[in-house]
Structure formats: structure tokens, C-alpha cells
């Protein structure tokens, strides 16, 4: 028994900024931006929120798989920006969506989130205990990132994808591994509120994100090929019988050294980042939605998901269409 996924849709704010746009803010320029990472623009939110965007994802992807909210019994959404601690954004989706007989909540792994929520979705079908499962990643970064830092401005974007998935008795999820090393945290982080109560005091917090770049660059280009083989062994299969992968859009750099590392043709790593940028745990699911919805995904069809975020967190998951 295992899971598929039955529909996809992903949202993304109406604002557009390009590099020059950037350009403006902080010392870079398109053609560094570009060749150092791949990214031409991203969407920025001007107002739409983490939940007004997962809350469009979420109804295209049941619209796609022609099911009605109700139907829903588990609601995911990963994010690590929610606009509120609570009531969390899987609640606020599921009352906007009208999925009332879900059981939702939030899941946070950065840019891993989705992944992570894909696979407890699993768990929980596999388990018994749910048949079905809505998914979202949403992001909006953009109030988060430091718009005078140069070494993350240029890199986030805003945006959301979901998928509906559906309890299946051959194929779908074939196998996944997920792991976690807290020990390296401070690598990427950020996004601390103040500790303001009578007894604490004042504390100093972390408002915006901050990261090394080149360990986190080490790391994804280290780990996700050594993930995408475990997950691939686990299912008896090898780098050779995958027809796309469909990776975390953090940089092209990224992803063309992983394609040389696993020995894959870089034309089975689709990209949309050029258009996009990094948008997190919304990455996986706003890639394979345009994938879905430009026809070139078909049944039966072998993928590999895998991503890597601020935790640190990677994993990876094989599955057939
Ligand atoms: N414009 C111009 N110059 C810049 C910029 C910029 N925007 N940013 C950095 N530089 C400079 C640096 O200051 C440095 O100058 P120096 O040599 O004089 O010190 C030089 O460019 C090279 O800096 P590096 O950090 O080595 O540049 P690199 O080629 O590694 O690219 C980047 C930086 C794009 C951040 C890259 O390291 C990267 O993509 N890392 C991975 C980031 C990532 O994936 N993060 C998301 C993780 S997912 C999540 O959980 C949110």
C-alpha cells in the first residue's frame, strides 16, 4: 500500500521582481546573480499571505484531481513562515478552503517541509489511519529575508504548491529516506521572535534570515546524491531508471552538480527558478504542478523528489506517477 499523488496546483503572488530591481537594493548585478545562481526573478508578496496562497494551491489540486474539500481527512501545510503561531495555517487553509472534515496541521523543515510532509502522509495511510491527504508548501520569505544582505536577497522568492493525495495499492511512493542534524543549525537561521515576559527581559532574537552560503551549497551538493542512492536502493532501483528528478530549486549550480555526481543528463533536472527563485517547501510542489499542468508527467512515470533546507534537513523520495 502506498500513496499517489492525484492532483497538483500552486499559486504565486502577483508582484514580479526582476534582478535589476535588486540591483538597486544591494552591490550585485544581474549577470552575477544569473551565473552564480540561475535566478532571473521571483514573485514577492505585496500582500497575499502564506495562507491566501496554499489556500489557491489547495483547491486547483483538488480541482485537478476532481475531489471536494470535504473528502479531505488529513490537511498539511509545511512552512517556516507562517504569519501566525496560531491558529497554525493548515487550520486557517482548511476553513477558507472548506475541508472541515480534516484533521490539518503545520510541518516545518524549511526547505525540506514539503518533502517531510509528503512522507507523514504516508505514514499515516500506510498506518491505517487516513485515506487521503491535501499537501501544501507555502512561502512568504519576503519578510523574513534582510533586503540589504546581498548573500540572501537575491536567492527567495514567495510562493506556494500543493498536491491531493490518494491511498493506492501499487506504485505511487516507492521508497523515501529523511534526515536531520540539528548540531548544524546556525548554518541557516533566523526568524526568532523576542522572549518578552516579566521574569526574561529583553533577549537578543534573530529577526532575519542569515546563512553561509558555501556550506550550504557543500552540503546539498554532499548529501542529496548520497539521499537520491538510498532512496533508490531502497526501491531496488537505480539512477538509471529515473525519467525526472525533480530537485529543490535552490541554485542551478547546485543542480547541475548533482546531475555530473549521480551521473544523470542535466535535461531530466527540470528548473523553474530562473523564473521563481528559491521559494523553500514550495519549491517541489510549484515545479511539479507546471510540470503536471505542461503534460509532462504521464502514469507510471519514475521520479525522484529531493530537497535540503535550514535544519540542517534533506531527504528524498522515489515514486511512479
Ligand atoms: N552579488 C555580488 N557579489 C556577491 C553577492 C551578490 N549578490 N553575494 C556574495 N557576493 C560576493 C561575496 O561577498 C564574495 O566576495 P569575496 O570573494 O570578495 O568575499 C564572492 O561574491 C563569492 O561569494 P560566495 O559566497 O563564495 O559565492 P558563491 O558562488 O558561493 O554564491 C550563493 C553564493 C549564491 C549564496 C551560493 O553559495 C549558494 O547558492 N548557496 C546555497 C544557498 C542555498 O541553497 N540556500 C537555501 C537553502 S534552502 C533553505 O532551507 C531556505
Given at each position: 500500500?502506498?500513496?499517489?499523488?492525484?492532483?497538483?496546483?500552486?499559486?504565486?503572488p502577483?508582484?514580479?521582481?526582476?534582478?535589476?530591481?535588486i540591483?538597486e537594493?544591494?552591490d550585485?548585478?544581474?549577470?552575477?546573480?544569473?551565473?552564480r545562481?540561475?535566478?532571473?526573478?521571483r514573485?514577492?508578496?505585496?500582500?497575499?499571505?502564506?495562507?491566501a496562497?496554499?489556500?489557491?494551491?489547495?483547491?486547483?489540486a483538488?480541482?485537478?484531481?476532481g475531489r471536494q474539500?470535504?473528502?479531505?481527512?488529513?490537511?498539511l501545510?509545511?512552512t517556516?513562515s507562517?504569519e501566525?503561531?496560531a491558529?497554525?495555517?493548515?487550520?486557517q487553509?482548511?476553513?477558507?478552503i472548506g475541508?472541515g472534515n480534516?484533521?490539518a496541521?503545520?510541518?516545518?523543515a524549511?526547505c525540506?517541509?514539503?518533502?517531510?510532509?509528503?512522507?507523514?502522509?504516508?505514514?499515516?495511510?500506510?498506518a491505517g489511519?487516513?485515506?487521503?491527504a491535501?499537501?501544501a508548501?507555502?512561502?512568504?520569505?519576503s519578510?523574513?529575508?534582510?533586503?540589504?544582505?546581498?548573500?540572501?536577497?537575491?536567492?527567495f522568492?514567495d510562493?506556494?504548491?500543493?498536491?491531493?493525495?490518494e491511498?493506492?495499492?501499487?506504485?505511487?511512493?516507492?521508497s523515501?529516506?529523511?534526515h536531520a542534524?540539528?548540531?548544524?543549525?546556525?548554518?541557516?537561521a533566523?526568524?526568532?521572535?523576542?522572549?518578552?515576559?516579566?521574569?526574561?527581559?529583553?533577549?537578543?532574537?534573530?529577526?532575519?534570515?542569515?546563512?553561509?552560503?558555501?556550506?550550504?551549497?557543500?552540503f546539498a551538493?554532499?548529501?542529496?546524491?548520497?539521499?537520491?542512492?538510498?532512496?533508490l536502493?531502497?526501491?531496488?532501483?537505480?539512477?538509471?531508471?529515473?525519467?525526472?528528478?525533480?530537485?529543490h530549486q535552490?541554485n542551478r549550480?547546485i543542480?547541475?552538480?548533482i546531475?555530473k555526481?549521480?551521473?544523470?543528463?542535466?535535461?531530466?533536472?527540470p528548473?523553474?527558478?530562473?523564473q521563481?527563485?528559491n521559494?523553500?517547501s514550495?519549491?517541489?510542489?510549484?515545479?511539479?504542478?507546471q510540470?503536471?499542468?505542461?503534460?509532462?508527467?504521464?502514469?507510471?512515470?519514475?521520479?525522484?523528489l529531493?530537497g535540503f533546507?535550514?535544519g540542517l534537513?534533506?531527504g528524498?523520495?522515489?515514486m511512479?506517477?
Amino acid at each position: 500500500m502506498s500513496i499517489r499523488i492525484m492532483g497538483t496546483g500552486s499559486a504565486l503572488p502577483g508582484r514580479r521582481v526582476e534582478n535589476r530591481e535588486i540591483v538597486e537594493l544591494v552591490d550585485t548585478s544581474d549577470e552575477w546573480i544569473r551565473e552564480r545562481t540561475g535566478i532571473g526573478s521571483r514573485h514577492v508578496s505585496t500582500g497575499e499571505t502564506v495562507v491566501a496562497l496554499a489556500a489557491d494551491a489547495c483547491g486547483q489540486a483538488l480541482a485537478d484531481a476532481g475531489r471536494q474539500a470535504e473528502e479531505v481527512e488529513l490537511l498539511l501545510v509545511a512552512t517556516c513562515s507562517p504569519e501566525d503561531v496560531a491558529p497554525c495555517m493548515a487550520c486557517q487553509v482548511q476553513s477558507r478552503i472548506g475541508a472541515g472534515n480534516a484533521v490539518a496541521f503545520d510541518l516545518n523543515a524549511a526547505c525540506a517541509g514539503f518533502l517531510f510532509a509528503l512522507h507523514t502522509a504516508w505514514a499515516y495511510v500506510e498506518a491505517g489511519i487516513y485515506r487521503n491527504a491535501l499537501i501544501a508548501g507555502s512561502e512568504v520569505l519576503s519578510k523574513l529575508v534582510d533586503w540589504e544582505d546581498r548573500g540572501t536577497c537575491i536567492l527567495f522568492g514567495d510562493g506556494a504548491g500543493a498536491v491531493y493525495v490518494e491511498k493506492c495499492e501499487t506504485g505511487g511512493i516507492l521508497s523515501f529516506v529523511q534526515h536531520a542534524d540539528g548540531s548544524r543549525g546556525a548554518v541557516l537561521a533566523g526568524g526568532s521572535r523576542p522572549l518578552e515576559n516579566p521574569w526574561a527581559g529583553q533577549r537578543d532574537f534573530q529577526k532575519f534570515l542569515r546563512m553561509d552560503g558555501r556550506e550550504v551549497f557543500a552540503f546539498a551538493l554532499r548529501q542529496v546524491p548520497l539521499n537520491v542512492e538510498e532512496a533508490l536502493g531502497k526501491a531496488h532501483l537505480t539512477v538509471g531508471d529515473v525519467e525526472l528528478f525533480v530537485l529543490h530549486q535552490a541554485n542551478r549550480r547546485i543542480i547541475e552538480g548533482i546531475s555530473k555526481r549521480l551521473g544523470a543528463d542535466i535535461s531530466l533536472f527540470p528548473m523553474n527558478l530562473d523564473q521563481v527563485g528559491n521559494t523553500s517547501s514550495a519549491a517541489i510542489p510549484l515545479l511539479l504542478d507546471q510540470l503536471n499542468r505542461k503534460g509532462k508527467l504521464r502514469r507510471g512515470m519514475r521520479l525522484v523528489l529531493s530537497g535540503f533546507g535550514a535544519g540542517l534537513t534533506c531527504g528524498a523520495c522515489v515514486m511512479e506517477w
